[in-house]
C-alpha cells in the first residue's frame, strides 16, 4: 500500500498515525509524483493533520528523548524514497516495541539513518559557506541555490542571526520554494498558480547598480590573493565541488 501524502513533515508523520490506525504497517509513503511512477500498487491518499502528527512527535520524544527525534527529520530531508522509507519503517518498530536504541550502528537500518544524516549535516555545511547573495535594485538580498538535499530549512537561523538587519531571499531551485526574511521574521515563500515564476529556472535578479562593482571587486581580490604555485586542483575541488560553482561569484 502507497501512502501518498503532501512532501511535508506533518504528512509524512500522519503517514505513521494511519498505519497504526489501519494497521497497516507494510505501507510505503511515498509524494504524488513518486506514486505516479508505480501504477499497480495500491494507492490511500493522506492527508496532513498537525495533531495526528504532533501525537506522533510526542510519543517519539517520549521514548527515544527529544534530540534523538530530531534525527528523523533530518532524514527526512534527504528528499530520498528509499530513505524516507527507512525512517518510517524505524519510527513503527519504536512504537510497536514501545524502545529503540538510536545509537546501535550494528542494526542496519539505524546505520543507515546516521550514514543519511551524515551526508545532509555535510550538505548544512556547505550551505552555510557557498550561499552567495547578491543585492537587487529594491534592496533585497537574494540567493539561489540547488543542493542535493532538502536543507535549506537547516541553515535559515544560521542567516538570520547573521544577516540581523538585512532583508533577505533564499531561493531553492530545485525544490521550488525558499525563505524570506524582512527584517523581523522569517516566512517560507513558494509559488502559486497565480504566480508570474513558472519555471525556477527563469529566475532573474534586478541587481542593484552598484551590485556588479563589487562582484568585479571581488573577483579582482580573489585572483590577486591565488597563489598559481601553490595550486591543488584534486584538494580545492574535495572541499569545493564543482556543481556549486555556480553560485559562486568568483568562480563566475
Known amino acids: 500500500m ?14 505513521v498515525f494511519e498505519a497504526f490506525e489501519r494497521k497497516e504497517f507494510d505501507s510505503i509513503p511515498k509524494t504524488g509524483k513518486a506514486a505516479e511512477i ?16 504532533n501525537r506522533i512527535l510526542t510519543g517519539m520524544e517520549k521514548i527515544i528523548g527529544k ?18 522509507l527507512n525512517g518510517f519503517r524505524l519510527i513503527v518498530e519504536l512504537f510497536r516495541k514501545k524502545q529503540l536504541d538510536i545509537h ?3 542494526y542496519p537500518p539505524i546505520l543507515r539513518l546516521h550514514q543519511s544524516i551524515k551526508k545532509i549535516n555535510r550538505e548544512r555545511h556547505r550551505m552555510k559557506a557557498f550561499i552567495r547573495f547578491v543585492k537587487s535594485n529594491d ?3 537574494t540567493a539561489v541555490v540547488e ?23 533564499i531561493y531553492d531551485l530545485r525544490r521550488n520554494y525558499g525563505f524570506h526574511y524582512d527584517g523581523n521574521t522569517v516566512v517560507e515563500v513558494s509559488p502559486n498558480e497565480s504566480d508570474e515564476i513558472r519555471d525556477p529556472y527563469q529566475l532573474e535578479v534586478d541587481l ?16 590577486s590573493t591565488t597563489i598559481e604555485s601553490r595550486k591543488n586542483v584534486k584538494l580545492h575541488l574535495r572541499h569545493v565541488p564543482k556543481r556549486y560553482w555556480k553560485y559562486l561569484v568568483e568562480k563566475i
Not at 508505480?38 to 502528527?53: G, Q
Request: proline share 3%; charged share 20%; with cysteine.
Open 67 to 84: 534530540q534523538e527525534t530530531i534525527f528523523f527529520y533530518h532524514n527526512f530531508l534527504s528528499d530520498n524514497q528509499i530513505e524516507w
Open 104 to 106: 546501535n550502528y550494528g
Open 208 to 223: 542593484d547598480p552598484q551590485e556588479k562593482a563589487y562582484q568585479h571587486l571581488w573577483k579582482t581580490y580573489f585572483k
Open 38 to 53: 508505480t501504477l499497480f500498487s495500491e494507492k490511500r491518499m493522506i492527508s496532513t493533520d498537525t495533531k495526528k502528527a
Open 147 to 169: 543542493p542535493d538535499f532538502n536543507v535549506i530549512p537547516l541553515v535559515v537561523q544560521f542567516f538570520k542571526n547573521r544577516f540581523a538587519d538585512q532583508c533577505w531571499l
Open 2 to 15: 502507497d501512502y501518498i501524502f503532501d512532501g511535508s513533515y506533518l504528512g509524512y508523520l500522519c503517514c
Open 139 to 141: 534592496y533585497l538580498y
